[in-house]
């Protein structure tokens, strides 16, 4: 009897420990695993941000999001990438 109440306590602090992993900030973040091949033109780009490689994340990278509301992983080190930078942070100064 005594060990069936103990595997029944396991089990439930079991479901409680992943639920509460599961709904926690850190693993709701999703980092940049590898980088778009393609090139995304600026007037498609709505907004963006960087990613910086840490301990949560692998790679640098820049986060478009476009008006389709996709987030597009791209090389921070990518003149495309770079120019599409400097032109969103264009007009959100013009702003």
């Known amino acids: 009897m005594g060990s069936s109440k103990n595997l029944l306590l396991a089990a439930l602090m079991a479901v409680l420990v992943f639920y509460l992993?599961?709904?926690?900030?850190?693993?709701?973040?999703?980092?940049?695993?590898?980088?778009?091949?393609?090139?995304?033109h600026p007037k498609f780009i709505v907004g963006f941000t960087q990613q910086l490689a840490n301990e949560a994340c692998d790679i640098n990278a820049v986060i478009f999001y476009t008006?389709?509301?996709?987030?597009?992983?791209?090389?921070?080190?990518?003149?495309?990438?770079?120019?599409?930078?400097?032109?969103l942070s264009h007009r959100v100064k013009k702003m």
Not at 21 to 40: K, P, V
Not at 74 to 84: E, H, I, L, T
């Open 21 to 40: 992993c599961s709904t926690s900030e850190a693993s709701n973040f999703d980092c940049c695993l590898r980088y778009t091949e393609h090139i995304l």
């Open 67 to 87: 008006k389709k509301r996709l987030a597009v992983c791209a090389d921070p080190k990518k003149n495309w990438v770079r120019k599409a930078v400097q032109i």
